[in-house]
């Protein structure tokens, strides 16, 4: 069993201006599950899917590949679909990804 508690969940840079990550697992496959909390204006890059990829929002407003996302919003992501995250206002978000996501910017 893994736990993580939010009480006591650590936050990390990302890499990306306003953007953190808490990991809870990397899988086998080169993808994770974590949450994202985005600063209000912050943008991760266009990404391209090697695997299947599930967003939850759980907190603000975000768009991705243009399609705006609020709280209780759900999307799935095929693999070789692409898109870019832009915080709408500060957000958190789950993301479970099965594979690697490079760049594509």
Known sequence: ???NKASERTWAATGYAG???SLFRNNEG???SSVLRLAAGSRFPRHAHQGTEEVLVLAG???LGGVD???GDYLFTEPG???DVVAITDAVLFVSSQKA???VE
Request: charged share 30%.
């Open 19 to 21: 953007i953190e990550r």
């Open 1 to 3: 069993m893994l736990l």
């Open 61 to 63: 407003r975000v768009s």
């Open 30 to 32: 080169g993808g994770r």
């Open 69 to 71: 996302l609020a709280v």
């Open 101 to 103: 996501t490079p760049l």
């Open 81 to 83: 679909e692409e898109h």
